[in-house]
């Protein structure tokens, strides 16, 4: 999309320098920015209209909005492009969602896992430095142009740490009826079957600071750069984790109160495909 916003200015500026050295007429020059224009507008047309219809495809299909939408943005735009749109709207969603007090995929007897407390006073402090940084700047600068600037661009960082640290919050780990869903925020999501589940276990280890470490067939996803429970599965298992897929025999994870989501785990395992599937929330 980036690319197509640029295509009319780069486009123009050409025409120009042919115009200018004589190597196009001006009629000539005006007519081939036109067509050219209303090329891309009819792409971006038909790339909103195909967005459109496999969001509400995937909606009629049973997934909720944020599955719909990364399915929608996949179906437009390249791959990196559209990883990072759908994390920009994850990160805006987790903002609004501590704000309305709600959380993300935690539906109707699920379980959820909190992770974040060793997360917070990092959290905490990052956003207090920002709201003087912003201080800061609308008393010390005295260009109204820069400081307009600076200050765009400091409350934009601020709504970005803010929502990156609300994603920890409203996006916990979750145990449902089927799934140990693994999370980090907006970044990382990863489904673990409960059927493939054989044991799980409170256990400390050091962790890679990384959000998914992958290595000896183990998934790790730490947190402060350790995890605290150990689950182990029936053999080989082909996780992903919302980018690209790992084959692992063991997941390790942390949480906040470790001894509960071992229990939670293996109350959901013991369970088996007997509850019926919580209904999707957020």
Do not use: C, K
Request: glycine letters at 10%.
């Amino acid at each position: 999309m980036r690319a197509l916003r640029w295509a009319g200015p780069v486009l123009l500026a050409v025409e120009a320098v042919l115009v200018v050295t004589g190597r196009l007429s001006l009629g000539s020059a005006a007519l081939v920015f036109v067509a050219v224009e209303a090329a891309l507008a009819l792409l971006v047309a038909g790339q909103l209209a195909t967005g459109t219809r496999r969001f509400r495809r995937e909606r009629a299909g049973g997934a909720d909005r944020e599955e719909a939408l990364a399915a929608a943005l996949r179906a437009v735009l390249p791959g990196p492009v559209a990883a990072a749109l759908l994390h920009e709207a994850r990160t805006a969603g987790s903002l609004v969602l501590l704000l309305r007090r709600r959380r993300h995929g935690v539906g109707e007897g699920a379980v959820p896992i909190g992770y974040e407390r060793a997360l917070r006073p990092m959290a905490v402090t990052l956003l207090v430095l920002m709201v003087v940084e912003l201080a800061v700047v609308e008393l010390a600068v005295p260009w109204p142009a820069v400081r307009i600037a600076l200050l765009v661009v400091s409350v934009y960082s601020l709504l970005l740490v803010a929502g990156v640290a609300a994603g920890n919050v409203v996006r916990p780990h979750v145990v449902t009826a089927t799934t140990l869903r693994l999370r980090s925020g907006a970044w990382a999501d990863v489904g673990v079957p409960l059927e493939r589940v054989t044991g799980a276990s409170v256990r400390r280890r050091a962790a890679p600071d990384r959000t998914v470490a992958v290595g000896d067939g183990v998934l790790t996803m730490g947190v402060g750069g350790g995890t605290t429970v150990d689950v182990t599965l029936t053999g080989p298992t082909e996780l992903t984790d919302g980018r690209r897929a790992h084959v692992v025999s063991a997941v390790r994870f942390a949480a906040d109160d470790p001894a509960a989501a071992v229990a939670a785990i293996r109350a959901g395992v013991a369970a088996g495909p007997s509850l019926s599937p919580p209904s999707p929330a957020g």
